[in-house]
């Protein structure tokens, strides 16, 4: 599974960096994003909701959220 650390960084600058390790991914790739912004997390699941990936999110600790994402 590939991490891409996103802490920090505010739009859309992540859905920048998702777009481009999107393209790297094959089918069943998992990819892990770590935010500490509320609103690139919702940014990134309104993102999803458009596209064919497994989508899970958790809020690790307070403001910090995983997102995992597979490519079925």
Known sequence: MKKLDCCGDF??????????????????????IVTDHSCVAESINEFFQQHTFKYEE?????????????KI
């Open 58 to 70: 958790e809020e690790v600790i307070n403001g910090v959220w995983e997102i995992t994402i597979t």
């Open 11 to 32: 739009c859309p600058i992540p859905l920048i960096k998702i777009k481009k390790e999107l393209k790297t991914l094959k089918s069943d790739d998992s990819l892990m």
